[in-house]
């Protein structure tokens, strides 16, 4: 893992803190980086998946929060960065 990605992923972990969980990291074919992290929602059955995608250099190419309800469906996506909808 090339140190920059590895500087993005410590900080990813380091912000989302403790009350989340399934902590993951892919390499996609096309040479995207993904970080994500899960915490539980306050209905049951239901998460937030915090998502970062970064370009194979470490820079950052989006971070967003996808809501799923207690029935696996996605309710909403926050754009954090950039602002525009992906």
Do not use: Q
């Not at 994500?36 to 970064?54: C, F, H, M």
């Amino acid at each position: 893992m090339d140190s920059t990605i590895r500087k993005e992923a410590k900080l990813f972990a380091k912000r989302t803190g403790s009350s989340y969980t399934n902590f993951r990291y892919e390499i996609y074919e096309n040479g995207l980086h993904v970080l994500r992290a899960t915490k539980p929602g306050d209905v049951p059955g239901s998460y937030a998946e915090y998502v970062k995608i970064l370009y194979k250099d470490g820079t950052i190419r989006a971070v967003f929060k996808d809501t799923v309800d207690n029935k696996g469906n996605k309710v909403h996506r926050h754009i954090k960065w950039p602002t525009k909808e992906l």
